[in-house]
């Protein structure tokens, strides 16, 4: 999708509908970038009446180096704002820490 947004210099996901998560592989240290869409990618939970209680997505995050599977998942409450974030196989990173491990983007 980086050509499309060279090519017309616009992004197919407007920013505040994606969040962009970074990790990086617990054996490999190699980083990792995912984004989520807000509006697409997220699946209703429910509680135990049947009531909206939120969102929740499970993403299966692999890098290139190693290809080991990293697991997210993230919950979300009703109006779509992060609410938790746990992975395994990898860690959580901030964005500083993930252009310093890769400057190529």
């Given at each position: ?41 997220l699946a209703v939970e429910y ?37 938790t974030r746990t992975i395994s ?17």
């Open positions: 999708m980086s050509w499309f947004k060279r090519i017309f210099g616009i992004s197919l996901v407007p920013p505040e509908r994606a969040i962009v998560v970074y990790v990086r592989c617990d054996k490999c240290q190699h980083p990792v970038s995912v984004r989520i869409d807000r509006y697409n990618d509680n135990e009446r049947e009531i909206e209680i939120g969102y929740v997505v499970h993403k299966s995050i692999m890098d290139s180096t190693c290809f080991r599977i990293m697991q997210a998942t993230l919950t979300f409450d009703t109006q779509r704002n992060e609410q196989g990898g860690t959580f990173i901030d964005e500083a820490t993930y252009r310093a491990l890769h400057p190529t983007t």
